[in-house]
């Protein structure tokens, strides 16, 4: 069996960010990009069944050079190919499309997604994805179970309010993890160095049958505007004797009232 996971790079303690004259863009400083938490998530239940079942495990990240750095953390960790998909692709459409088409290539029989990424949190780049692959969805999955000799997985999910419900989904399919469905690992110093040796498979939009104008299409939503927090109010330090913080406690709540 063969597993997919699909890893998202995020700026590790952004500094000095800032908005842009027309509102609609973040700029900020990070010394290096991390795996996306819900990600790892994603990464270490799908190293879980790779040793259960002999499964074949491969991580798909996109971006330039710094997203080589999260699938040489997904090699440490136990991937057994990593494929980087060189595109600064922001539209969950178009990120969808790309991955799509770059786990075709791998003739994947599982996707493993995270819930959310904690930059965007937008958890839509799991069902776009597939739909682009015509494959069954189901999202914020708990526990998983596979066996090689059925087409299909028995997944648990949440649905809220704290109950579960348990699926059967026919494969292949594409599964959105929820954040804490397996323990994570750690990847010793001495195996990252190891995968840093090891070359990643780079492609590009157009060797995934995308060209700009193709691409363009994707995008289907656009920045209106960024806006920063606004204080409606400020807080106010109530002093004095226990006996006239609590009036003016009364006082204030009378007047909310």
């Not at 290096?32 to 495990?57: G, H, P, R, T």
């Not at 050079?65 to 440490?76: D, H």
């Amino acid at each position: 069996m063969r597993l997919a996971v699909c890893c998202k790079g995020i700026p590790d303690e952004p500094r000095n960010v800032s908005l842009s004259t027309d509102g609609t863009r973040l700029s900020f400083e990070t010394g290096s990009f991390i795996l996306n938490e819900s990600d790892e998530y994603a990464l270490d239940e799908a190293i879980k069944w790779k040793k259960k079942i002999a499964a074949e495990v491969t991580a798909f990240a996109l971006g330039g050079l710094e997203a080589q750095e999260i699938l040489y953390l997904a090699l440490a960790k136990g991937a057994d190919d990593a494929v980087r998909i060189d595109s600064m692709a922001g539209s969950p459409l178009e990120v969808a499309a790309l991955l799509g088409k770059a786990v075709e290539r791998k003739r994947a029989d599982l996707v493993l997604v995270g819930v959310q990424s904690a930059d965007h949190m937008a958890s839509l780049v799991g069902g776009l994805l597939a739909e682009s692959l015509g494959w069954p969805f189901v999202f914020a999955v708990t526990s998983l179970e596979i066996a090689v000799d059925r087409p299909t997985v028995i997944v648990q999910r949440e649905l809220g309010e704290g109950r579960l419900q348990r699926l059967e989904v026919d494969l292949p399919s594409v599964l959105a993890v929820q954040t804490g469905i397996c323990p994570l690992t750690y990847a010793p110093p001495a195996r990252r160095l190891r995968a840093r040796q090891r070359a990643l498979e780079v492609l590009d939009p157009e060797q995934l049958g995308f060209s700009p104008e193709l691409l363009e299409r994707c995008r289907r939503e656009r920045i209106e505007e960024i806006m920063p927090p606004v204080m409606a109010r400020s807080a106010t330090m109530l002093q004095g004797s226990p006996q006239e913080v609590a009036a003016l406690l009364v006082d204030r709540i009378r007047a909310a009232t």
